[in-house]
Each structure stands twice: as C-alpha cells, then as structure tokens.
C-alpha cells in the first residue's frame, strides 16, 4: 500500500528558469538544483548570451555554484537579437551548448533591451532553427503601439505568433509562462510542435493579488497575472494531462530593494518552495496523480531529452514559507512568503 502522506515522482525538471550570474547565482542555483534536475536556462544576463563561448563560461559559473550534494544539470539558451549569428546558434545547439534558442521581443521585460525588434529580422536564423529541430522559446507580448499591459499576449498571438507558426510549420515552439485562456487555447489547437510552459505563480494568483490590500510587489511579474477567469483556464490546462503543457517555474529573483522600489522589477522568485505550489494546486484541482507527467515527462518529451532515473518525495507536513531568505550576501521574498504550504520536499536521506 502506499502511503497517502507521501507522494514519489520521477525527478522534475524545470523548463524555464532564471538564475542570474554574480551576487544573485548561488543561491538562485541552490534553489533550484535541490528541486529540479535539469532547467533551462534564461539567458537574460548583461551582457546577454549570444555565443557559445558566454554559454560555456555561464555553465562553468552555474556548475561552480551549485552546492555538491546536487546533480544538477543546467540547460543553456542562446538569446535571440536582431543580429545574432545563425551559424553560431545553430553550432551551439549541434555541439550541445545550446538547448534552445530565447526570443524576447526588444522591452517586454526585464533586460530585453538587446531583444529583437522585429521577428522578420531572424527570419533566417528562424529558418535554420526549424531545419536542425531547435526549439525556439517565445517571451509571448508585444511593446508597441500602446497595448494596453493586461492584452499584450493575447494581441501577441494573433499578430506574431499565428503568423510565425504559419511560415514556420515545422519550428518547434514553447510559448512561455502563458497567462491567458487564449494561449491555452492557441497552443490546445496548435499542431504537436507547438507547447506551452506554466509558472506555479500563474497557477495561484490572479491580477487582483498586485492590489491586495496594497500594492504589492513581489507578486509583480511578466507576463503579469489577468483576470481570474484566466487563472482557472491555466488550472485545467496544467492538470489536464494534455503534454503540450509542462513545468516551468520563470522562478527570478531580484534583490528585495529592486522589487520594493518606485520603479520595482518584473519577477517572481518561486524555486525554494516550486513543486509544494505545483502540487498544491493539482492537489485542488483533484489531479495529484497527473503532477508527474506535468513535472517530469512532459517536457523532456517534447524537448527528445531522455526522462529522469530518479525520484523524489513530496511529504505531507505543512511548511510555513519564510518571509525572506537571505543568502550568500543576497535578500531576496520568496513566492508565498509568510504562507503556509500543505506539501514538503523530503530531503534525500543522505
Ligand atoms: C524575468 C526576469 O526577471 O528576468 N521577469 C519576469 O517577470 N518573469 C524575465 C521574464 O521571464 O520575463
Ligand atoms: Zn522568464
């Protein structure tokens, strides 16, 4: 019989993740290497990652980083601009330096700046993409011509994703931390090579959490949480079984400061406590024996990665999330701060 108190899944993965460089990167990588095995890594630095040779030196720094008892596997992504080298990219995904490519549209978020203005301008790079199966993962929201914040990715789909899909039938595609019944929609009726990331956020808070009571800040994130007829289209999706959807947290930490400032950053930071909120939420939702595929076979699937050989356990103990964690010279608010959490990660027994 097994016991209901626990829960053992095949070891997960995260599917998006950012785990800084600098100050900021041993405790995003702790975080994260002691919940997931494997994550793809945001190449958002500054200067962004472009070239298998900042790729490599990051993952030396990512693998530096990470504490000993961890077997950690970072991902790296090559950050799509206006001008990157097609050649560079597509030897970098043939040499195993690069997993994915990242496309933020110039601004939509935090250090974007260097991101493409137009996607006709990589095209070509597209292209190339498409012919040696390298996926490409899609920041979803357009910038331009004063979109009012809360449509930006639903006008995103329409105007760049479906056309994009169209010229691109054979490019694989994640559309990342989707936020809107549209994207599910879009990425239900999508052919195969189209999928779909879900943060453990967007599965919990809905836009009004940005005003609860005040204004709050660390539930201030990009794509920034709708309506709560959204969150529930997310729920469904996330639990539904479907394999285009699967794990990952968008788990970004910004210093405590940056985040309570006038002029606060765009981030959730959800490592610490990912797959209690994960499973929480499909515990709700009624689907906890779904978790597993959601978390650890979806999206090696759909990336051709093998799955993971190991487990892990989830136990049944309530936890009460820390109000901050202050870390190797860093304070950063974690995701459900000062919550308490039905689900713990049980520590490996040696
Ligand atoms: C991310 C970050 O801080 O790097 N912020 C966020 O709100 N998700 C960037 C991103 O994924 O948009
Ligand atoms: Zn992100």
Known sequence: MTDPRLLTLRRPDDWHVHLRDGAMLELAVAATARQFSRAIVMPNLVPPVTTRTAAVEYRERILAACPAEFEFTPLLTAYLTDTIDADEVAAGFEDGTFTACKLYPAGATTNSAAG?????????????MQSIGMPLLVHGEVVHGGVDVFDREAVFLESVLRPLVDRFPELKVVLEHITTEAAVDFVTAAPDNVAATITAHHLHIDRNALFDGGLRPHAYCLPVAKRREHLHALRRAAVSGN??????????????????S??????????????ESYAQVFEEEGHLERLEAFASEHGPRFYGLPLNEGTMTLERAQQTVPESICQAG???????????????????AN
Do not use: M
């Not at 203005?117 to 095209?123: A, G, K, Q, S």
């Open 262 to 275: 006038a002029c606060g950053c765009a981030g959730i930071y959800s490592a610490p406590v990912a797959l």
């Open 116 to 128: 493409v203005t137009d996607v006709r301008n990589i095209h070509p790079v597209l292209e190339r």
């Open 243 to 260: 394999p285009k959807f699967f794990l990952g947290t968008d788990s970004a930490p910004h210093p405590q400061t940056a985040k309570e």
């Open 330 to 348: 860093q304070t950063v608010v974690p995701f459900h701060a000062g919550e308490t959490l039905t689900w713990r990660l049980r520590e490996a």
